[in-house]
């Protein structure tokens, strides 16, 4: 039987296969795509090496694209067929059923399954890192931070991935809202691996949670070679890096980094960063039609059937901004069906149900002018978005969404909560400041309008200075 980098039993690895194994994780924590290449010579080594599959496993079902989920399922379930499951140890077999929950759509059970993984065994890299994905893919912040925070005790800081334990702890912090704490344990997980792309982005969610696009942009442009390629993750780090420039109100700039960097997405991540970038521009009237039209063109087949109700919210976006109403209303009917069916366990189901298909009824409502419809359909579930999924900063936009539809329709009394709400929590950002002042405009107060206006200009020019 051969151990693990991080000291755990497997069973079923040849050497070799061993090696390619441990490989794969630090791969797979640094984000690059080499971990695909690593765990398939894990399984060239050593076919049935439980662990190994796993593994492949976990990388094909936390892309949320359909086409890899169904690969996955196919090949890990001809796995299971040829092993005998009850002569694994416990925490392989523990493994297995996770697996077999996320294969079921039970993303909860996944991650509670690799939850107790991580009591009893608190230094599985892998059990860790899942379950920090599927933490984040269900919007749960509380295990963002707690699944991460229990382990960590079992680690030391000579362990060559203690740094990126750290980098997933802070991203935890940041979403629970830990703002101080998340700086200092993202800056020293940083410090501990200058290339670890997940510990920059804790640092660069806690700067944008608190309006510090300032500090935000110096950060990026201080590390760009650490951040900026050789990871799958590089058109998600681009994105943060346009939210501060948008914050900055350099238009410009967001469109060049998009026409470079994000106009050619090859995956459900990536079409969905450029979605939301263009949709924060749309919403304050910006014309990206042509840009529009090229990303809708990308998402068919990708939500051809439901999976992951977040990507589906980027791709009736992406209809709506290119004008293509008919395929936001189709894809909203299929989504009616699907919920109309009983998927017992299927996470995806309640996450559509609850919180998808208002969010893109709401959308297309936006895309049609009916903005008293969008109020009405946000501003109930305002609280719960976070139900399928994704961070504080990528949910904004249906915040936004809601506060300019209310702006719009004339719905001066939500639109006066929402704008208190947001200018009270950062009193720092421009964004929040202008719309106190759109608000102001739409009751008549020009000079709080203009005063506002001044605040914001302000806000800019000594963010940008410091």
């Excluded at 049609?368 to 936009?397: C, K, M, N, T, W």
């Amino acid at each position: 039987m051969t151990q693990d980098q991080h000291g755990l039993a497997m069973t079923g690895a040849g050497s070799a296969a061993a090696r390619h194994y441990d490989r794969a994780i630090d791969e797979l924590l640094h984000f690059r795509a080499e971990v695909d290449a690593e765990a398939r010579a894990a399984l060239a080594e050593s076919p049935d090496f439980p662990m190994g599959n796993v593994l492949a496993a976990y990388l094909g079902l936390l892309t949320t694209e359909v086409e890899d989920a169904r690969t996955a399922r196919v090949r890990f379930g001809a796995f299971r067929r040829r092993i005998d499951e009850s002569r694994l140890p416990p925490r392989e077999r523990a493994h297995l059923a996770a697996v077999g929950a996320l294969l079921d759509g039970d993303f909860l059970t996944c991650g509670a399954r690799l939850a107790e993984i991580t009591v009893a065994h608190p230094r599985d890299a892998l059990a860790l890192a899942a379950g920090h994905q599927i933490d984040f893919f269900t919007g749960d912040a509380r295990m963002l931070r707690d699944r991460i925070g229990g382990a960590l005790s079992a680690w030391r800081e000579d362990d060559p991935h203690f740094g990126h334990l750290l980098g997933m702890y802070a991203f935890g912090l940041e979403e629970a809202g830990h703002y101080d704490r998340s700086e200092e344990v993202g800056l020293r997980a940083v410090e501990l691996n200058r290339r670890d792309v997940w510990g920059i982005h804790a640092v660069v969610h806690t700067y944008e949670m608190q309006g510090r696009f300032g500090d935000g942009l110096r950060y990026l442009d201080a590390r760009v070679p650490d951040w900026s390629t050789g990871t799958f993750f590089n058109v998600h780090s681009w994105w943060h890096y346009c939210l501060y420039a948008l914050e900055a109100g350099d238009v410009d700039r967001v469109l060049a980094i998009y026409d470079a960097v994000m106009s050619d997405g090859q995956s459900c991540m990536e079409l969905l960063d450029a979605a939301a970038l263009l949709w924060r521009l749309h919403l304050e009237g910006s014309d990206q039609t042509v840009r529009w039209r090229a990303l809708a063109d990308a998402w068919p087949v990708r939500v051809a059937e439901p999976f992951y109700a977040f990507n589906d919210m980027h791709a009736v976006m992406s209809y709506v901004g290119a004008g293509r109403l008919y395929d936001a209303e189709k894809l909203i009917a299929g989504r009616e069906a699907y919920v109309r069916e009983p998927h017992p366990g299927v996470t995806n189901h309640d996450m559509t149900l609850r919180v998808g298909l208002p969010v893109c009824r709401a959308i297309t409502a936006f895309g049609r002018g009916d903005y008293a419809a969008v109020v009405d359909l946000l501003y109930p579930i305002r609280h719960r978005v976070g139900e399928f999924g994704g961070s504080h900063a990528q949910r904004d936009a249906v915040q936004r969404t809601l506060l300019e539809a209310a702006l719009r329709s004339g719905r001066h009394d939500v639109a006066r909560v929402l704008v208190s709400e947001r200018v009270n929590v950062r009193p720092c950002s421009p964004y929040n400041w202008l719309k106190q002042a759109a608000l102001a405009e739409s009751a008549g107060d020009r000079a709080a309008a203009a005063l506002a206006r001044r605040q914001a200009a302000t806000l800019t020019r000594t963010a940008l200075a410091d």
